[in-house]
């Protein structure tokens, strides 16, 4: 595994897979923790005299409808005011302007290109890892740098296919993200205490046992929670849960083998017959767990923070944190989000850029992306010798 300030990429064309997956809403970007986070590779590599060829997706495209309201022109605008220069914003998805226009950027010029999951529509050429369409990125550029750590879980065509025809490397924010998420793998300070909260919880089994193996306590919200509790045959209404009968025979075993370390919530705030928000009495009940741990994994949220309404299970709970003394790793999109409505930026020792990313590295040493470079950067060593 070779870093971007490792190797010498002076005024190379550099294809850069960032994760510009940021909310937006009415218009109005919610949270630019995302962009800001990939300034520190963007940067290095403009002082190094490359031009630039930036890649991400942002939402999921499955309709002609969803194209209208993910475009990253929005991106493309915040990111020309966060690095105080103009970028040129490539919206045309002809494959060989794109080619021509990328041929023709010079030292310290930016094309960040439109949303990767626009070739996911009709067909699912970008999430299927459709090796045509790595070609076509990779002849975009000399080389790739892969800094989308939030996307280093998936498996696609711009954020692992083109590392199979383009020296590969990566950038300084999945430095710092590997650097960071260490001390919730090795070393690990004990009592480690995790809280998982998401709407589903049919992918994340996998997390969740990897978790489980080396937490002392697991505090489930959302949906996660949700389901363990419909599980047990309590009444949660409407709420989202699982009804899948695979995802709760697998919630049955590790109930089994795990009782003593999952923990649920008590009460509620429920409007509509759905579950809303986590009650007080399990607020101050999560707060105990963090009071006496040395290590804290927050993913994901305990209610539907976003209104005023269900928001302060996740305001509490993140502002009770402020006084433990301990290492404390936030990661997620909305987890992320979270913070930032809160102010609560300066209670973490660091903010994780990844969601199902972090939680996949730190419950199972290893992100599917990054296995497929490693195996696909040694084939090419392989064929050199």
């Known amino acids: 595994m070779k870093f971007t300030d490792e190797v010498d990429l002076q005024n190379k064309r550099i294809i850069i897979r960032c994760d510009f997956n940021v909310p937006i809403e ?27 060829i930036l890649l991400s997706h942002m939402g999921r495209i499955k309709s002609q409808d969803d194209f209208s309201n993910n475009s990253l022109k929005i ?6 005011e966060l ?37 996911d529509y009709p067909e699912n050429l970008e999430s299927n ?33 083109i ?5 590969t490397y990566y950038g300084l924010l999945i430095q710092e993200e590997i650097r960071n998420l260490n001390p919730l793998i090795t070393n690990i300070e004990h009592p480690f205490t995790a809280f998982m909260g998401a709407s589903k919880i049919d992918d994340k089994i996998i997390y969740m046992r990897g978790l489980l193996k ?98 302060n299970g996740t305001k509490r709970l993140l502002n009770s944190l402020r006084n433990v003394e301990a290492v404390k790793v936030v990661g997620g999109g909305a987890s992320l989000s979270a913070v930032s409505k809160f102010n609560c930026e300066d209670v973490f020792t660091y903010l994780s850029s990844g969601g199902g990313a972090s939680l996949a590295y730190v419950s199972s040493k290893k992100l599917a992306a990054m296995d497929y470079i490693e ?8 064929r050199k010798i």
């Open 214 to 311: 080396s937490c002392n306590h697991l505090l489930l919200g959302g949906g996660v929670a949700n389901t363990f509790l419909s599980l047990l045959k309590h009444d949660i209404g409407n709420s989202i849960h699982s009804s899948s009968k695979k995802t709760l025979e697998e919630l049955k075993e590790i109930l089994n083998i795990y009782q003593s370390k999952i923990v649920l919530p008590e009460d509620f705030i429920i409007e509509d017959n759905q579950i809303r928000d986590i009650g007080m009495k399990t607020i101050l009940k999560y707060q105990d767990y963090y009071q006496n741990s040395k290590t804290i994994f927050m993913n994901g949220t305990p209610g539907q923070f976003e209104k005023d309404e269900y928001a």
């Open 163 to 167: 590392s199979r025809y383009l020296p």
């Open 83 to 119: 690095l105080d220069k103009p970028i040129i914003f490539s919206d045309n998805p002809n494959r060989n302007e794109v080619f021509e226009k990328s041929k023709e950027l010079n030292s310290g010029e930016i094309m960040p290109l439109e949303n990767t999951r626009f070739f």
């Open 26 to 52: 009415n218009g109005i970007i919610q949270d630019d923790t995302r962009i800001v986070k990939s300034l520190k590779t963007i940067n290095y590599l403009l002082s190094q005299g490359c031009s630039l």
């Open 375 to 382: 195996r696909h950067n040694q084939n090419k060593m392989l």
């Open 129 to 161: 890892n459709d090796l045509q369409l790595a070609n076509f990125y990779a002849s975009l550029g000399d080389i790739f740098v892969t800094d989308a750590f939030a996307s280093m879980h998936r498996i696609h065509a711009s954020t692992a296919g």
């Open 75 to 80: 991106v493309a605008h915040r990111l020309s």
